[in-house]
């Protein structure tokens, strides 16, 4: 039986380990220095080296070279004896497997033994975290003040959750990701010590996807490597589930050409042929991930063939960031979506018919004849500006596409809001809620006014479009609520005085009702005011008083007296 590429070329000396500087570092001062510690803690992602990096220290301190500062010397007999995994006063405890007090306590006693090979006994626990609360307890004592011949070294993938008491004890460090540069030069040491033909495209690939864990990428190589043919990129991405599908093409396609019919169709047909539903949607992220980054002008950071990169840009056009992110965020809740067991395709059917939603609006201030801020215009699937929301208010427009069906565009009212309903304040309903009213003003013209349930149903977009180049003024609409409409004005109440007076300023409202028009296409004079949980304040009472103080804290009034 062959040995796991990862176990072959495991780091036997400090300069062995791979992204870890700043703990190999403070070890090899403390061993050169005499000045080992009795307990360390050892925490960071799986596959970084803490195992690694116990066993060279639990070497480094029973190595019997005459100079410390080359310790471990891998040559004498209880380095040797450590290699070989027959180093009698090195213990390995899988604290995974051993998480009772009864297990503590069998270590806490046999503990007084002195070594019988080396200076020091060390007891590495692996997975520390997975000891119990009673364990815990047991292994404070002994962690605290172990006999002189005992080092403890835990390691852990999750730090929180050991107990504070645990970890003041410990000497701790923190391993960091491998970065990809350092797991790609590593790749390409070993394939050439194997004598294996790989791509650099491919090794890169399987370093990006080690996600900072240099064993993973070593298993990934290890893997690729038993197929006994050249490791190209195709083969890469087709072994590791990472190359992008037909379907996967199609059903974005669709998501451009807004054709709901033909991505459904695309997706069952996948579903059909055997794909699973939470794999597809995952593969959807990871090219979507793609495209952003080339829209995002990092295309250097995608690994892809020339053809599925040209897709990609042409797909980065064609979306505005605000829609990438949308779209990403809503095929990665299907991927990781686990509750669907009845009906394991209906997360990814969700999200897609989360994808044909219209976009939410720009942000507020932002330049109609252009980008901004990273963002770029909507395009239909052939490259060409879609009409802005308010270009295309109150009429449809033919969309580009396979089908050539017309959709309504996007308006005032169809702002894909995905919030609860904010409930109106106390005060009265004096229009009727999703309706517009149309009045005559002095010029002979007309003005369109929003009722207080439509402006609340449209508050978080108002904020959305904000909170780009306000965010001052975003966190303080946050604050408050729409209280009441009467004709063109609005009177927004606070619970505070502190943040009215901070709203209540010529600057911050004119950015609200700028805001207020640019999504609900109606003019609002704002006026600030303070509420309690009931409502407004009685207007005969003074917003800075005692009274005002009290209703303000839940109070409420139940009389008056002339």
């Known amino acids: 039986m062959s040995q796991a590429l990862y176990r072959k070329y495991r780091p036997r000396g400090w300069a062995d380990v791979i992204g870890q500087l700043h703990v190999v570092q403070t070890l090899r001062n403390a061993i050169a220095a005499d000045r080992v510690g009795h307990a360390y803690l050892f925490a960071g992602p799986r596959g970084t080296g803490k195992t690694t990096l116990a066993r060279i220290l639990a070497k480094a301190v029973n ?13 004498c007999a209880n380095c040797k004896a450590v290699n070989e995994n027959r180093f009698l006063d090195l213990i390995e405890m899988d604290a995974a497997s051993n998480t009772g007090v009864e297990d503590v306590r069998g270590l806490r006693d046999k503990i007084n033994f002195t070594p019988s090979q080396g200076k020091f006994r060390i007891y590495i626990i692996d997975e520390v975290h997975m000891l119990s609360t009673q364990a815990f307890n047991a292994l404070l004592k002994t962690l605290e003040e172990p006999p002189p011949h005992a080092i403890f ?19 701790r460090h923190e391993f960091r990701r491998v970065p990809v540069d350092e797991i790609l030069t590593s790749l390409r040491g070993i394939a050439a010590q194997e004598g294996l033909k790989a791509d650099e495209a491919a090794l890169s690939v399987i370093a990006r996807q080690a996600t900072g864990s240099i064993r993973d990428a070593q298993s990934l190589l290890d893997q690729l490597a038993s197929t006994e043919t050249s490791i190209t990129l195709e083969l890469t991405q087709t072994v590791l589930g990472t190359a992008t599908n037909q379907a996967v093409l199609d059903i974005v396609e669709s998501i451009v050409d807004q054709l709901a019919g033909s991505g459904l169709e695309n997706v069952h047909r996948a ?10 949607a995952r593969q959807i992220v990871e090219y979507l991930r793609d495209v952003m980054l080339i829209q995002m002008g990092n295309g250097g950071q995608v690994e892809a063939i020339q053809d599925i990169r040209r897709r990609m840009t042409m797909h980065s056009k064609a979306f505005q960031t605000s829609e990438i992110l949308r779209l990403i ?10 509750r669907g067991g009845w009906q394991p395709s209906l997360a990814l059917e969700l999200a897609l018919a989360a994808a044909y939603e219209q976009p939410q609006p720009a942000p507020f201030g932002g330049d109609s004849g252009g980008a901004k801020g990273g963002q770029l215009e909507p395009k239909d699937g052939h490259g060409r500006q879609r009409p802005s929301p308010a270009a295309s208010a109150g009429h449809t427009e033919p969309l580009p596409g396979k089908s050539g069906l017309a959709r309504p565009a996007a308006g005032p009212r169809a702002l894909p809001l995905q919030t609860a309903e904010l409930e109106p304040a106390a005060a009265p309903v004096r229009e009727p809620a999703e309706t517009y009213e149309t009045r005559g003003d002095a010029a002979g013209g007309t003005r369109r006014t929003v009722s207080l349930t439509e402006l609340g149903k449209a508050w978080k977009g108002i904020r959305a479009a904000i909170k780009p180049e306000h965010p001052a003024v975003e966190a303080l ?14 009177l927004l109440g606070f619970q505070s005085e502190t943040v009215c007076s901070l709203m209540d300023k010529p600057e911050n409202l004119e950015v609200a009702r700028a805001a207020i028009a640019e999504v609900l296409g109606v003019s609002l004079r704002i006026k600030c005011g303070v509420i309690n949980a009931k409502g407004k304040l009685p207007p005969t009472v003074s917003q800075d008083g005692m009274v005002a103080t009290a209703l303000n804290h839940g109070g409420e009034i139940v009389d008056v007296q002339e």
Do not use: W
């Open 477 to 490: 609409l946050n604050s408050c609520k729409p209280v009441e409409v009467r004709g063109d004005e609005l």
């Open 153 to 171: 070294i835990l390691a852990t993938t999750e730090i929180h959750k050991i107990p504070a008491t645990v970890i003041s004890r410990c000497q």
């Open 271 to 280: 579903l059909d042929a055997g794909a699973d539903p939470r794999t597809l």
């Open 329 to 338: 965020r809503a095929f990665n809740e299907a991927a990781t979506d686990t």
């Open 63 to 75: 190595c019997l070279a005459e100079d410390r500062a080359q310790r471990p010397c891998n040559e």
